[in-house]
């Protein structure tokens, strides 16, 4: 029982440092490393596998007439830590546009 005990709570360590590390990821610091032409490869590498957010499908014309979507390359995820949100938008899997509050 004891060795279970101990292989327990080792692993409980392990799981709560790695959830704690990404968590730590969405932060300034890292936001400012992420560059205009930057790889999606490098993005996850500093932010971590975001959350891929879907088109919604519906686009507004100048006019304010709705439409069809348009078919796009363009990828966005996002990263959220409590208030903090990191929103990066991919094009042929290049940064085009970031955005962080």
Same mark, same amino acid.
């Given at each position: 029982?004891? #060795?279970?005990?101990?292989?327990?709570? +080792?692993? %409980?360590?392990?799981?709560? $440092? @790695?959830?704690? %590390?990404? *968590?730590?990821?969405?932060?300034? *610091? /890292?936001?400012?490393?992420? @560059?205009? &032409?930057?790889?999606? %490869?490098?993005?996850?590498?500093?932010? &971590?596998?975001?959350?891929? !957010? !879907?088109? $919604?499908?519906?686009?507004?014309?100048?006019? &304010?007439?709705?439409?069809?979507s348009n078919q796009t390359?363009?990828?966005?995820? @996002?990263?959220?830590?409590? /208030? $903090?949100? #990191?929103? #990066? $938008?991919?094009?042929?899997?290049? +940064?085009?546009?970031?955005?962080?509050?």
């Open positions: 029982m004891s #060795i279970r005990r101990a292989a327990s709570a +080792v692993l %409980a360590s392990i799981l709560l $440092t @790695t959830l704690v %590390a990404c *968590e730590d990821k969405i932060n300034q *610091e /890292n936001y400012d490393k992420v @560059t205009i &032409g930057m790889s999606q %490869a490098e993005v996850f590498k500093i932010l &971590g596998k975001g959350q891929r !957010e !879907e088109p $919604t499908g519906m686009n507004i014309s100048g006019a &304010g007439i709705a439409s069809g390359s363009q990828t966005t995820y @996002t990263w959220r830590k409590g /208030n $903090t949100e #990191i929103g #990066i $938008t991919f094009e042929n899997g290049k +940064v085009v546009n970031r955005m962080m509050r």
